[in-house]
């Protein structure tokens, strides 16, 4: 079995770097501060965050290399062999300043587990891409999605379809009855089969990861200069609210992260900086907040004919 490590630590990097300028360029005004680590137990990472920009409050790139012992957590579900891991991938959150643009997040990652001699026993990818508006606007939904899709048709037709409700079902506030935003797609201990091989998988995970730059930065082009409100602002923090219990309560990557003994400052990176709880906060029947949140409630086939003007 010809694992993946090299070629996907290699992705991933120059990922990182392609993703930081095209978000450095669309600002205009704040960079990216690196902040190398180690794993203590094998491994590290960089994490990249930009602060205070003209269009990003704060955005976070992230991509880390680490390996050891099998973790505790992961060892029931585990091949009875399996004696230590590699996991590598990038991880990404940005938080616009303004409540006209959207929050998005996307991770990639391959993970590998070896037998005591070395020898590799199991190996996955997984990773997506989602969007996370204050205000709706049905365009910018259809086409992150429409972006997204065609990375999946390079698998096969049905590809978009299965992930993009498994991304539904996966960023959902179940405490709340929501959604944390509009979707995109989710794939998750995706190893080769008997419809797709192991370089089919591979080339995948790498057009998903290159959609993301094609998916975002023109919808941050379109939006960034619209005027806003104090109280649309105000709603945007109560938004991200609803983000941080997500990422806190449900979020895989977080707990897992946190349980292994995960860099902390790297796991909470994905957390906007300036946030806000209202007691009882409900939108105004027939606003703009409030159609938001009728979407959130009942997730779109954005791409389904007829979906956007039934959204």
């Known amino acids: 079995m010809q694992p993946y490590r090299e070629e996907f630590k290699n992705f991933i990097h120059g990922l990182q770097d392609q993703i930081c300028a095209a978000l450095e360029q669309e600002d205009g005004k704040a960079f990216f501060v690196e902040d190398t680590w180690e794993r203590p137990g094998g491994g590290g990472g ?15 790139v992230n991509a880390s290399v680490v390996y050891g012992d099998m973790p505790e957590i992961l060892a029931a579900e585990a091949p009875k062999d399996a004696h230590r891991f590699f996991a590598c991938g990038i991880s990404l959150v940005i938080h616009p300043e303004s409540p006209m643009v959207p929050t998005t997040h996307a991770n990639y990652r391959y993970f590998e587990i070896q037998n005591e001699a070395g020898e590799v026993v199991d190996f996955w990818f997984g990773g997506g891409a989602d969007l996370t508006p ?84 023109p919808i941050v082009h379109k939006n960034k200069e619209l005027p806003y409100t104090p109280e649309q602002k105000e709603w945007q923090e109560i938004r991200r609210g609803r983000y941080v219990e997500f990422n806190l309560i449900h979020d895989r990557g977080t707990l897992f992260g946190l349980k292994t003994n995960g860099r902390t400052e790297s796991i909470l990176m994905s957390l906007p900086a300036v946030v806000r709880w209202e007691y009882q906060h409900h939108p105004e029947p027939g606003s703009a907040e409030e159609k938001l949140v009728n979407v959130l409630m009942n997730p779109v086939n954005w791409l389904e004919k007829n979906a956007v003007s039934n959204a």
């Open 46 to 60: 960089k994490t990249r965050v930009l602060r205070g920009g003209n269009v990003f409050e704060k955005a976070g």
């Open 134 to 217: 204050y205000y709706l606007v049905e365009e910018d939904a259809v086409f992150f999605h429409q972006v997204h899709k065609d990375a999946c048709d390079t698998l096969s037709p049905s590809t978009y379809e299965w992930m993009k409700e498994e991304c539904d079902r996966y960023f959902f506030n179940s405490h709340r009855g929501e959604g944390r935003g509009i979707g995109g797609i989710i794939f998750d201990h995706f190893r080769p089969n008997e419809l797709y091989s192991r370089e089919d998988i591979f080339r995948f995970a790498q057009a998903a990861g290159q959609a993301f730059i094609k998916a975002y930065i």
